[in-house]
């Protein structure tokens, strides 16, 4: 098990710290704009629980002062991927917390260094901002693309900006199905969420997560999850897990137009956040 906490080097002046033991992490995550579910304790507790990944985040704040910036990674060690930092596992992007371009431009040649330094295959980021400049030695390796929706505005104004046949038309046949919705975080409802997850994994031929993953979020992460169900009469047909203020969404899933009850309910996906 590796340990942060100390300078890494005495001349680039970038220390390691352990987010789930600094005591100055929450605040910092707590006031930085681009802070996300993805860098809270609780997300990084159920990565350590359930897969043994020992969170780090390399910073320019010394140990006695106030944390103000911090690259979050994960030491992964996997028999099949190889020895790597990346920012972070299973999570859709892991923005860098920093100030300023020359606080980044330090953290990612210490990344680098300390990759070098262990002998790590890569340091991977996953960030939704193009404008940061990497240093010269990170290359881009895949793009993708982040779906947002502003839930700020109206119910109302929501529906109607909806697409009429894909969203609307199936919306108002959920509703003369009289489908019931239920949320919490019971174990009930984590397995039939996990249900779910099973047939719509097994329908693209891949296998699911482990339980255990899902049920680490839920104990690290108390509150922040919500499990969200909706049923054909006592069937659950869809469901999606979501974390933190923002409602981020982890997971989904739903049955298939087959499996359906009378064969009534369509195959398109349910989220409400």
């Known amino acids: 098990m590796a340990t942060w906490g100390m300078m890494s080097s005495p001349y680039t002046g970038v220390y390691a710290i352990d987010p789930l033991q600094d005591d100055r992490w929450p605040e910092l ?32 704040s010394a140990p006695n002062v106030r944390l ?67 240093d010269k030695k990170f290359a881009r390796a895949n793009t993708y693309t982040l779906h947002r929706l502003d839930l700020r505005p109206s119910l109302d104004a929501l529906h109607k900006g909806f697409h009429k046949d894909c969203i609307q038309r199936k919306i108002s046949r959920a509703e003369r199905e009289s489908l019931t919705y239920e949320a919490g975080r019971s174990p009930l409802l984590l ?14 031929h891949l296998p699911p997560q482990p339980f255990e993953w899902f049920q680490n979020l839920v104990a690290c992460m108390g509150k922040d999850v919500s499990i969200r169900i909706a049923s054909n009469g006592s069937q659950p047909i869809a469901g999606i897990m979501t974390l933190g203020r923002d409602a981020h969404a982890v997971l ?5 137009r087959e499996r359906c009850r009378d064969g009534r309910i369509g195959s398109g996906a349910f989220g409400s956040r």
């Open 252 to 256: 989904a899933g739903h049955q298939g």
């Open 68 to 134: 103000t910036n911090a690259v979050l990674f994960c030491a992964v060690r996997s028999w099949l991927t190889g020895s790597r930092f990346v920012s972070l596992p299973f999570s859709d992007h892991c923005e860098p917390l920093i100030e300023c371009a020359e606080q980044f431009g330090a953290l990612c040649v210490h990344a680098e260094a300390e990759r070098a330094r262990e002998r790590r295959k890569y340091v991977e980021m996953r960030s939704v901002n193009p404008c940061f400049e990497f």
């Open 29 to 60: 995550i707590a006031r930085h704009p681009n802070a996300s579910v993805f860098h809270t304790r609780g997300w990084l507790g159920a990565l350590q629980a359930t897969y043994g990944y020992a969170p780090v985040a390399f910073t320019t």
């Open 191 to 204: 397995q039939q969420l996990y249900r779910l997850l099973q047939l719509t994994r097994s329908r693209h």
